[in-house]
């Protein structure tokens, strides 16, 4: 199960990369990633120049490396799975250190461990060199639906209020002494989470009206220019592009 | 739960985001439907709402705890459609601003923790509600919803790791280690959903979507004691928008990728391949199905090249997924107040409803009668 999400992932910058336009920034992102998971997992040299591209784009931010590692805690339920699999998995067996080992479950580990890793350090990146808002408008610029983008933007815009109200029921429950402890105490939390929906579905309503005296007609107007140069797609397809001559240049060699 | 990148192999991959793809695409439309113009707000706050639901932990059995879904909650609270949009914004910020879920991930678990939990707790939901009433029977019905929506959810996770996944691991240790956990998950998530339902179903039940049949029309009382039922407003109709290029721009990319770009991935079995194999070899042992796993380099498939079952499996996945789409929208009875287009619909006989179901879309809008489980479109 995943950890909480307390904290924001963007961190402010004036870089190259900062200001490479988001649509530019996304594309290349899904590009590379895709490029990692079509990697044959034998191919060890393609995973390690991958890693370099990142760790250069990370210094091209001037992104600290314990910032992208300590946000990497999101991978841990993963990698413990991953670590279960040699012990469980079928296959031929090896012993490494008194233990039995099976020779799938271990390349399938890598496997997994090397492309997550790869993959969750490749959205940190993004997201800490790309603001939340503007993130959504490069996407929609990629064609995503706009209502969809639209209710992404609400969603970001009012998370953490809506955050905020459970963590003061919270603080409101534990002060009168609640503790979750076992499967009795889920109506109390249920019927936190029951006052939580009647809020938020309240306060959509407000903000609804809201938009409305304000002229909403269905769409939300755009005042940013997202427009990109071909100079700064060029600059952003040099992470996937890269990253496909490792791929190639490691198949010229298998 | 969220599955990174690397989980499952490229054809499980992009054929779960052509689903996924899919299901949004459908649920966009039905969203304005259940929202009209509200659709932006109110899906962006219950998304924040989902999104803080998830954070909230419960205790499972001793030393585990797990968290909501929010799938089945969602769905009966504010309708199917808006949940699978709410589901996958979640899913979509979770991946982009929090690096939680494979980017190349994202279909997979929009298509898992999305359509497969709504799809499942919807559909178990209005069961139960159609042949009983009352707001006791909604609350029961919120319990079995949740509690189903979750093993579904594991149970379609299993299907594609045994489809594509790229781990060794017997099929059977996966169902069971997934099974085991998530029903005990389910009971508490279903718990949670029916308390949840409940409380708000005491204080707004007009908010409750799936308890929408059980309000009492308005009854004004005149000075005399005259008393006459107030006519409900019409639903806004809402103008359908073409989705078929994109729908159709989609499922050609979708087929390319299926039969050109799955031979890229030739270090792991391809999963469409692996279906194949295990259908043209039924009669061979299982354990060596299984243990075939790791193999690589079967090329082919009982005689059909493989970039002819690739699309044909991105095919039949892509009509199956429609026709559940299509049978769950179906089945939805519609919102309070259709009866003026129902009686318009009469009027004119069977022609206009046969051109509104043409224009995708159209066709549930005519069959909504006030949540009285009306299937007058479904006659066309």
């Known amino acids: 199960m995943s950890a909480g999400h307390g904290h924001r992932l963007h961190r402010p910058g004036d870089t190259l990369v900062h200001r490479l336009p988001p649509q530019c920034k996304l594309a290349a992102v899904i590009a590379f990633a895709l490029t990692v998971v079509a990697t044959p997992r034998e191919w060890f040299a393609a995973f390690g120049a991958y890693a370099l591209l990142l760790a250069g784009v990370a210094l091209a931010a001037r992104i600290p490396p314990g910032f992208v590692l300590r946000r990497m805690a999101v991978e841990i339920p993963f990698v413990l799975f991953a670590v279960a699999i040699p012990f469980i998995g079928t296959g031929e067996r090896v012993a490494v250190a008194g233990l039995s080992l099976s020779v799938p479950g271990l390349w399938a580990a890598w496997n997994i461990l090397a492309k997550a890793t790869l993959g969750v350090a490749a959205s940190i990146l993004l997201a800490a060199t790309t603001e939340p808002r503007l993130m959504l408008l490069g996407a929609q610029r990629l064609r995503l639906p706009p209502l969809l983008v639209q209710?992404?933007?609400?969603?970001?815009?009012?998370?953490?209020?809506?955050?905020?109200?459970?963590?003061?029921?919270?603080?409101?429950?534990?002060?009168?002494?609640?503790?979750?402890?076992?499967?009795?105490?889920?109506?109390?939390?249920?019927?936190?989470?029951?006052?939580?929906?009647?809020?938020?579905?309240?306060?959509?309503?407000?903000?609804?009206?809201?938009?409305?005296?304000?002229?909403?007609?269905?769409?939300?107007?755009?005042?940013?220019?997202?427009?990109?140069?071909?100079?700064?797609?060029?600059?952003?397809?040099?992470?996937?592009?890269?990253a496909l001559v490792a791929l190639l240049g490691n198949w010229g060699m298998a | 739960m969220h599955v990174p990148d690397g989980f499952f192999n490229a054809a499980v991959s992009v054929s779960a985001a052509a689903v996924a793809a899919a299901g949004v695409?459908?649920?966009?439309?039905?969203?304005?439907?259940?929202?009209?113009?509200?659709?932006?707000?109110?899906?962006?706050?219950?998304?924040?709402?989902?999104?803080?639901?998830?954070?909230?932990?419960?205790?499972?059995?001793?030393?585990?705890?797990?968290?909501?879904?929010?799938?089945?909650?969602?769905?009966?609270?504010?309708?199917?459609?808006?949940?699978?949009?709410?589901?996958?914004?979640?899913?979509?910020?979770?991946?982009f601003f929090f690096a939680d879920g494979g980017l190349t991930a994202l279909g997979v678990n929009i298509t898992l923790m999305g359509l497969v939990t709504v799809l499942a707790g919807w559909g178990v939901f209005r069961l139960i509600t159609r042949s009983l009433r009352g707001r006791t029977a909604i609350t029961a019905a919120s319990f079995a919803a949740a509690l189903v929506s979750v093993p579904a959810s594991a149970l379609a996770f299993t299907l594609l790791f045994w489809i594509g996944g790229t781990a060794p691991v017997e099929i059977g240790t996966v169902a069971a280690a997934m099974g085991g956990v998530h029903v005990l998950i389910g009971i508490g998530e279903?718990?949670?959903?029916?308390?949840?339902?409940?409380?708000?179903?005491?204080?707004?039940?007009?908010?409750?979507?799936?308890?929408?049949?059980?309000?009492?029309?308005?009854?004004?009382?005149?000075?005399?004691?005259?008393?006459?039922?107030?006519?409900?407003?019409?639903?806004?109709?809402?103008?359908?928008?073409?989705?078929?290029?994109?729908?159709?721009?989609?499922?050609?990319?979708?087929?390319?990728?299926?039969?050109?770009?799955?031979?890229?991935?030739?270090?792991?079995?391809?999963?469409?391949?692996?279906?194949?194999?295990?259908?043209?070899?039924?009669?061979?042992?299982?354990?060596?199905?299984?243990?075939?796993?790791?193999?690589a380099d079967y090329?082919?498939?009982?005689?059909?090249?493989?970039?002819?079952?690739?699309?044909?499996?991105?095919?039949?996945?892509?009509?199956?997924?429609?026709?559940?789409?299509?049978?769950?929208?179906?089945?939805?009875?519609?919102?309070?107040?259709?009866?003026?287009?129902?009686?318009?619909?009469?009027k004119t006989g069977g022609s206009v409803e046969a051109a509104e179901t043409s224009k995708v879309g159209g066709a549930a809008k005519v069959g909504g009668t006030g949540g009285t489980g009306g299937t007058g479109g479904t006659a066309a």
């Not at chain 1, 304000?214 to 769409?219: A, E, F, K």
């Not at chain 2, 999963?271 to 043209?280: F, I, P, W």
């Not at chain 2, 499996?313 to 009509?319: D, K, N, R």
């Open chain 2, 299 to 346: 090329g082919e498939v009982g005689g059909v090249p493989l970039w002819v079952v690739g699309p044909v499996g991105v095919g039949i996945t892509l009509l199956v997924a429609g026709a559940v789409a299509y049978a769950a929208r179906r089945r939805k009875g519609g919102a309070p107040g259709g009866t003026r287009e129902t009686a318009e619909a009469a």
């Open chain 2, 190 to 295: 279903g718990l949670i959903t029916a308390v949840t339902v409940g409380t708000v179903l005491a204080t707004r039940p007009d908010l409750v979507y799936g308890a929408r049949g059980l309000a009492a029309p308005l009854v004004l009382r005149g000075p005399g004691g005259e008393s006459t039922v107030a006519p409900q407003a019409p639903a806004p109709a809402a103008t359908p928008r073409p989705a078929r290029p994109f729908l159709l721009a989609g499922a050609g990319v979708t087929l390319l990728l299926a039969g050109g770009v799955s031979h890229l991935a030739s270090g792991d079995p391809d999963g469409l391949e692996r279906v194949a194999e295990d259908e043209g070899f039924l009669g061979q042992a299982t354990d060596h199905a299984l243990g075939s796993w790791a193999l």
């Open chain 2, 25 to 95: 695409a459908v649920c966009l439309r039905g969203a304005r439907r259940e929202l009209d113009d509200r659709t932006a707000p109110m899906a962006g706050l219950v998304a924040a709402f989902v999104f803080a639901v998830q954070m909230l932990n419960f205790p499972v059995a001793a030393g585990t705890s797990g968290h909501l879904l929010g799938g089945a909650l969602a769905a009966i609270l504010v309708g199917p459609y808006t949940a699978v949009l709410c589901m996958a914004v979640v899913l979509l910020v979770q991946g």
């Open chain 1, 151 to 242: 209710i992404a933007m609400f969603m970001l815009r009012y998370m953490d209020v809506v955050a905020g109200e459970m963590r003061r029921m919270r603080v409101a429950r534990e002060s009168r002494g609640f503790a979750a402890r076992d499967v009795r105490h889920l109506p109390v939390v249920a019927r936190s989470a029951g006052a939580l929906f009647i809020r938020s579905y309240e306060r959509g309503e407000r903000v609804h009206l809201a938009m409305l005296s304000r002229g909403y007609t269905g769409s939300m107007p755009v005042v940013v220019d997202l427009a990109a140069s071909a100079r700064q797609w060029l600059v952003a397809a040099m992470l996937p592009g890269a």
